[in-house]
């Protein structure tokens, strides 16, 4: 058994399994949002092979990499072929295991048995089917701070020792003609190198949550931020200050999760589970006016009644001190709607609107006071489709605030929230709307 075994050379290895395997014509690696183009950037040929790195996992003596790879073959206008390439697709994967096992692969690392697949059809712009196969490919190697760093410095040595030489050279020959000459051809690479610089530091500035200073941000659709218990998210980190939001214990465990997405979003999480929730201490700052943003969807069919977000005041723990929610009312009106709540020094403003069901939609609560008033809008895909106003009365101030997200009963589906303690302008709504519109 082969030790040592890189992330790269595992991706590898999987593209000389597609290269060597008739059935399959593409190779891809990376985001869910990326299906659809090779290794080169470009559009596959199908059938496909497409890898979603999950997580790595370390031990004593083994690294796991766990990967979704999906097999994926492209259906006709008529849909005719969704069992053929189920079918197909359904040996590709077990061909890859039986290499592992068996085959080419056996030498490089090990994939435990059983390994669970979900078959999907009509998926994705191309419109696809296939078989998303979960696996743990486990490397064997032990924790040796010497081994694995030998080989790298020497390559480091020789690549200092050139890009010093010339530096004297210039010094010491000012007066003479090549000198000069060689000068000119140094400056270019001088003066474009600060060139450079200020353009990475000033495009994100505004065209993410973290770059318009959110308090927070939980993005299930990247693995990197999520801690897995079997199916169920145990916690997900803040990627703004790495905050960590954890499951309660009990039953559950916390949010259903699928990294295969639903309906062709990578990463969404299910509620009627444990909440996951911050720490009391976790956020130091007191807020009355705040803005939500979530990427949410309701199935409209299963049960109903649950709620998205919840933000409680530590110091006046829940229900007294309910700062704001979000939830699926069901028992509103001829039908269940959607319930958006937020709390004042002496009341409640509540509004009850029907936001989009049965699709995934970008909706916001944006709460301030507006001179002796509270108002509290509800926005979806970049306007206001409702608003409420509590006369005469204001915002309840929020001290180290507790949010619980995926709260409660119900079946609805996140892909991401994150929320803002002031409240955000309207040409910074529509950047937050963008953000969403252009990742999904």
């Known amino acids: 058994?082969?030790?040592?075994?890189?992330?790269?050379?595992?991706?590898?290895?999987?593209?000389?399994?597609?290269?060597?395997?008739?059935?399959?014509?593409?190779?891809?690696?990376?985001?869910?949002?990326?299906?659809?183009?090779?290794?080169?950037?470009?559009?596959?040929?199908?059938?496909?092979?497409?890898?979603?790195?999950?997580?790595?996992?370390y031990d004593q003596n083994t690294t796991t990499y766990q990967l979704s790879t999906i097999f994926a073959d492209r259906l006709n206008e008529n849909l005719d072929n969704e069992k053929d390439a189920v079918s197909d697709m359904s040996l590709a994967a077990r061909q890859l295991l039986s290499e592992i096992w068996r085959?080419?692969?056996?030498?490089?690392?090990?994939?435990?048995?059983?390994?669970?697949?979900?078959?999907?059809?009509?998926?994705?712009?191309?419109?696809?089917a296939g078989v998303a196969l979960d696996l743990n490919l486990i490397v064997y190697e032990d924790i040796n701070a010497c081994e694995q760093w030998i080989v790298v410095t020497p390559s480091v040595t020789p690549s200092l020792t050139p890009t010093m030489t010339p530096s004297p050279t210039i010094n010491f020959t000012p007066t003479q003609t090549p000198s000069n000459t060689s000068t000119p051809t140094v400056t270019p690479t001088l003066t474009s190198t600060p060139q450079v610089t200020p353009t990475p530091s000033s495009t994100p500035t505004t065209d993410n949550p973290a770059g318009l200073g959110a308090l927070w941000w939980i993005d299930f659709t990247d693995a990197s931020t999520l801690s897995l218990s079997g199916s169920f998210v145990a916690s997900a980190t803040d990627k703004i200050s790495n905050v960590v939001f954890t499951a309660d214990t009990g039953s559950g465990g916390g949010p259903l999760y699928s990294s295969t997405g639903y309906l062709g979003i990578s990463g969404d999480v299910r509620t009627n589970a444990t909440q996951l929730r911050n720490d009391g201490s976790s956020y130091g700052s007191s807020f009355t006016e705040y803005t939500w943003f979530g990427r949410v969807y309701d199935d409209v069919v299963s049960q109903r009644g649950g709620k998205i977000i919840v933000g409680t005041n530590n110091n006046d723990p829940w229900p007294s001190g309910q700062a704001f929610m979000l939830m699926i009312d069901p028992n509103t009106g001829p039908s269940p709607v959607w319930r958006f709540q937020n709390r004042g020094n002496s009341g409640v403003v509540q509004v009850n609107t029907d936001i989009t069901f049965s699709a995934w939609t970008d909706i916001a609560m944006r709460s301030y006071n507006s001179g002796s008033d509270l108002v509290l809008e509800v926005w979806e895909n970049g306007s206001v489709i409702s608003s409420g106003t509590n006369a005469s009365d204001s915002a309840m101030t929020v001290n180290l605030p507790i949010f619980s997200l995926m709260f409660d009963g119900g079946i609805d589906f996140n892909t991401e929230q994150f929320f803002f303690d002031r409240k955000l302008t309207n040409g910074e709504m529509n950047q937050m709307f963008t953000y969403l519109t252009n990742k999904y």
């Open 1 to 57: 058994m082969e030790m040592y075994l890189t992330y790269h050379k595992v991706l590898d290895k999987l593209e000389q399994f597609q290269q060597n395997y008739c059935c399959l014509n593409s190779f891809g690696y990376g985001n869910l949002v990326d299906f659809g183009k090779n290794v080169s950037g470009q559009t596959v040929t199908y059938p496909y092979l497409f890898v979603v790195p999950l997580s790595v996992s």
């Open 103 to 128: 085959g080419n692969l056996q030498d490089y690392f090990d994939a435990p048995l059983p390994v669970n697949g979900q078959p999907f059809m009509e998926r994705f712009n191309d419109y696809v």
